[in-house]
């Protein structure tokens, strides 16, 4: 399973890391998604990153202010959130694709809210 960390009320321009903790699987072979879902809007995908972390994409509404790491030895995601806006404001979800065993695993949702 997958559990989603590390929201929570911030200014406009602050910082938040979010973290997506994996057990009873290794991301060592998951591609690792971050999605988010406003209220009333339709779940967007945020940013991702291959299991070697060699190939990540960003949102282009996110591009230079977040950045997606993997720490394999802590089987642990990250997604590290700068200059925070408000339309930043959402539920963050975590996902990774397991290429060997083909299972996906989808965190639990981690609120964040940006504040002017």
């Known amino acids: 399973q997958l559990q989603a960390s590390g929201g929570g009320l911030v200014q406009v321009g602050g910082s938040l890391r979010l973290s997506c903790a994996a057990s009873g699987f290794t991301l060592d072979y998951s591609a690792i998604g971050w999605f988010r879902q406003a209220p009333g809007k339709e779940r967007e995908g945020v940013s991702c990153i291959n299991s070697s972390g060699g190939s990540t994409y960003y949102a282009d509404s996110v591009k230079g202010r977040f950045t997606i790491s993997t720490d394999h030895a802590k089987n642990t995601a990250y997604l590290q959130m700068n200059s925070l806006k408000p339309e930043d404001t959402a539920v963050y979800y975590c996902?990774?694709?397991?290429?060997?065993?083909?299972?996906?695993?989808w965190g639990q949702g981690t609120q964040v809210t940006v504040s002017s």
């Open positions: 996902n990774a694709f397991d290429r060997v065993t083909m299972r996906d695993y």
